[in-house]
C-alpha cells in the first residue's frame, strides 16, 4: 500500500491552479466498472450537456472549430457510455474487471478536457488564453488522442454490448483521432495574435498604434466594453503577483504578462469614452459584471479584519467566534497576545477555521467592482514591490502612451472626459509601483491636486484617492509638496465634499508625515493640526482612524505638541478613550488614543493637559489593566510616567491613591516588554518615594499639623 500523501498545513492556502495546467485525478485501481461507468456518465454529461455548466465554445477566444468538435465527440461518448449502462442494466451482467482500464482512461481524459475547455471559456482570461493557443491547442491534441486511445482499449464485449454501443464506438475512435490529426489554430485567432504583438512593438518603440487593431482584438476575444477590459487586465494582475511570489519563474512570460497588461490599460483609457454602467452610479465604482445578489446589501466595513481595518483577503474565524484576516491575527498570537482582539477573552486554542461563507462574499462584493481577489501570501506585498520597473519595453512603452493620453484628458478634457480620467488614475495608481511612477513622472500630481476644487464630487473623490495612491512613492510625495499641495490637501480633509475624500485626504498627510522635512511644513500650516483634531473627534470610523496616525506622524515635531493642545486634541483623545473601553468595538481607536497621548505628555504642556482630568486619568490606569495588548501597555505606562515626571508630587499622589495601578504595574515589570518593564520600575519607585517623603513629613510635623494620608502598600 502506498504512503499516505502528506498533510497540507491548515494554516497554508493552496497555490491557485495555472491557467490551461490540467490536473486529473486518475481512478483507483481496484475501483469497481460500474460506479465508475456512473461517474463518467456525470463527467461527460457536463461537457456536452445543454445547461449552465456546459462551456459556451462560440464565446472562446481561440480554438472554437476545434473546440465544437471536441463538445460533439463528448456528446458522442455520452451516448456510447448511455448504451453501455443501459445494456448492463437491460441484462442484469455487471461490466467485466477488464473495462476498468479503458474506462479509467477515458475518465482522466474526460477531466482534462472538462477543465481545459472552462479555461478557454473564461472570462477574464481570454486575452491570456489567445496568446496561449498554441498550447491549449497541443493539450487538446493530447486529449483527444488520449480518448480514441482509451476507446480502442476497451473490451470487445463492452464495445459490443449492444448494436448501438458498437456503432457509437467506432464513431467516438474514429473522430477523435481525426481531430488529433487535423487541430489546427483557427486563421483568425492566428491574425488577432499577431495583432497583440505587433502593437507590443510598437509600444516597445514608443509609437502609438492604431486603435483599428486594438479594437480587432478585442473584438476577438470578447473584451470590447471598459468593464470587459478591467476584467481581463485584473486576471493578468493576479496571474503576474502569483509568478512574483512563487519565484523561479520565465522571464519571457512575466514580460508577456507586463505587455498584455500594458495592452489592455492602453485599450481602456484610449478607446473607451466612458465607463460601464456609470448612469447606475458614480464612475468611482465600475460594475464590471452584474453583482452577486448577496454582495448588494453587505457593508464593505462588515467585511474589514478588526485589527488592520482593511478588507479581508483570508477570513479565519477565532475560537471565540470572531473573524479576522489570517495574517494580521497569525502576527497578533505571535507577539504574545492570547485574548481575542474584539471581546477580549482569552484564546482557548490558537487554531484558526477558514470563513467560507465570509470569503465568497468578499470575492463577490469584489468582482462587482470588477476587481479580483488576490490569494492571500506573505510575499504579496514583496511581489507588489518587484512592480517598480516594467518587465520588457513594450510595457513601459505602453503605460507611458496611456499616462500621456490621461494627463492630456486631465487637462484639456470636457467634464466627463476629465471624470474618467482621473478615475484611470486613480485606479492605475492602486497597486502597480511602475504605473505610480509613470504617472507621478508624467505630472500627474499637480493636475489632480487641481481637480481637489472640481465642483464634480466623483472627480473630487478620485483626485484624492489617486494622490494618497501617489503619496506612497516617494516622488509622488516629493511632487506633492513642490506643488503647493500640503495646503490644498489640508484643505480638502476639511471641506471635501464626501467623507471618503476626507479621510483618504487625511492619510496623505499621514503619508506625508513619514518625513520630518514634510511634517514640520505641515504643522505649520494653522489649519493642518485642528482640522486633524476635528476629524478625530466627529469624523467617521475610518476618518477618525486616520487623523490619530496622521496626529502622531505630526507630533513627532517637538513645536507640533503646543498646537495639538491648543487645538484641544486631549479632549478630543479622552473622548475616544472614555467613550469606550479597551475590549469594545472602539478598541484600536482606543490604542491610537492612547498612543497619541503618549506621543504629547512627553512635553510638559501635553502632560499638564492630560492630568488636569482625574477621570481621565483613572481611565488610563483601568486601561492599563484591562488592554490585552503589549504594545498598548507600554505606551500605557510610558504616559503615566510622562505624567509623573511633568505633573509632580500632584499627580503621583493621585496614582498613588487608584488602587488597580500598583498590581499593574508589578505585572508589566515581571511578562511586559523591556522598556514597558522600565517605566513601570521608574514610575512604581517615584509614586514610593513621593509617600515616603510625605509619611516623614507628617512625623515631624507637630500634631496638629499631621495630615493623616497612610503609604499606599502593594
Known sequence: MPPP????DRGQQPRRRRMLALPAVCPCEGIAPAPLLASLLSLAADVAGPHAAAPDVDALPALRGAARKAVRIAG????????????ASDDDAPLPDEAVLGLSELHVALQKLRVLLADCARKGARLWVLM??????????VVMGSVATAMDALPLDVVGSSADAEELAGMVSTQAWRAAERLRLDPEDDRAARGVRSVLQLFASGVTPDAEDARFVLARVGAATWS??????????????ERLETGGEDDNDLVLISGLMAFLVYCRVVLFDRIDDSDKGEAAMPVARPAARSATWVDPEALQCPITLELMTDPVTVATGQTYDRASIKKWIKSG??????TGERLRSAELVPNVAARGIIEQLLLSRGVSLQEPSSKHRCAVDKTASAFGAAAAGGVRLAVAFLIARMSRGTPEEQKKATYEARKLSKRNVFYRACLVEADAVPWLLHHLSSPDASVQDNAVAGLLNLSKHPAGR?????AGGLGLTVDAVNVAARVEARQNAAAVLFYLSSSPEYCEEISRIPEAIPTLVHLARDGAYRGRKNALVSLYGLLQCADAHGRAVSAGAVAALA??????????GDDDLALDAV??????????AGARAVAASSELVTRLVDFLGESASRSAKEHCASLLASLGRHGGDRVLALLGKLPGLMPALYALIADGTPQAGKKARWLVNEIHRHYEQRQSAAAAAPPALATGDRVIRV
Not at 458522442?76 to 445494456?87: N, P, Q, S, Y
Not at 496561449?132 to 491534441?141: H, M, P, T, V, W
Not at 497576545?337 to 474584539?342: E, G, I, L, N, Y
Not at 498612543?595 to 510638559?604: D, G, H, I, T, V
Open 5 to 8: 500523501p502528506p498533510q497540507k
Open 76 to 87: 458522442l461518448l455520452l451516448a456510447f457510455l448511455d448504451a453501455v449502462h443501459g445494456a
Open 132 to 141: 496561449n493557443a498554441e498550447l491549449a491547442a497541443s493539450e487538446l491534441r
Open 228 to 241: 470587459a477590459c478591467t476584467e481581463e487586465s485584473a486576471f493578468l494582475e493576479a496571474e503576474l503577483l
Open 337 to 342: 497576545c492570547r485574548t481575542c482582539p474584539v
Open 478 to 482: 516629493l511632487a506633492l509638496v513642490e
Open 575 to 584: 473622548g475616544l478613550l472614555l467613550g469606550g473601553s479597551a475590549t469594545g
Open 595 to 604: 498612543a497619541l497621548l503618549a506621543r504629547l505628555a512627553e512635553q510638559p
